[in-house]
């Protein structure tokens, strides 16, 4: 269940807020010598001011790939290049962009609470087969469904929070 939040708040620091972040970029590959290999394994990737960020490659063959791949990658960026650095303004949302953001925000939530929900059916079936096992009694069976109940609730918490911490970012101007 940890580990479903953790992918969650992973899955959030990719979806912009309208301020640069490192984190934006994470997930771009880059063609590198015939294979393909993550963004900041090729270049820096720092952030120069709250709606900049600036990419310097290692190899200055590896500027144009790097522009390349940001182009191509859904952020809708566009990098301006001078020399071997890139530098990436972060374009103002829009009300109407925020607002698809909040519900792409509230889907990756709803994810992952079914996944914490499919972790707490997992136990409790768990329990079940025990107990027709004769391996538990009954009452202990109760007392753990009760226990795995507490947990869920306390992880679908923790992702309402996550959620909310999102939204409030996404609506700030």
């Excluded at 301020?19 to 963004?39: D, F, K, Q």
């Excluded at 020399?83 to 607002?99: C, H």
Aim: hydrophobic share 40%; no cysteine; glycine share 4%.
């Amino acid at each position: 269940m940890g580990k479903s939040v953790e992918a969650l708040k992973t899955e959030m620091s990719k979806i912009r807020t309208g301020r640069a972040h490192p984190s934006l970029l994470e997930h771009i590959t880059v063609e590198y010598y015939g294979s393909e290999v993550p963004l900041n394994q090729v270049a820096n990737v720092n952030v120069e001011d709250a709606r900049t960020l600036v990419v310097t490659p290692w190899e200055k063959p590896m500027v144009s790939k790097v522009e390349k791949a940001i182009l191509e990658s859904d952020l809708g960026l566009n990098p301006a290049v001078a020399g071997t650095v890139m530098r990436i303004p972060m374009p103002a949302l829009t009300e109407e962009r925020r607002r698809d953001l909040i519900k792409v925000v509230r889907s990756e939530a709803e994810g992952a609470k079914v996944a914490i929900r499919n972790i707490r059916r997992d136990a409790m079936n768990d329990f079940k087969e025990l107990l027709k096992d004769k391996e538990i009694s009954e009452d202990e069976e109760r007392r753990a469904g009760e226990a795995i109940q507490k947990l869920t609730d306390q992880y679908v918490a923790r992702v309402d929070e996550v959620l909310a911490t999102k939204e409030k970012d996404l609506m700030e101007i």
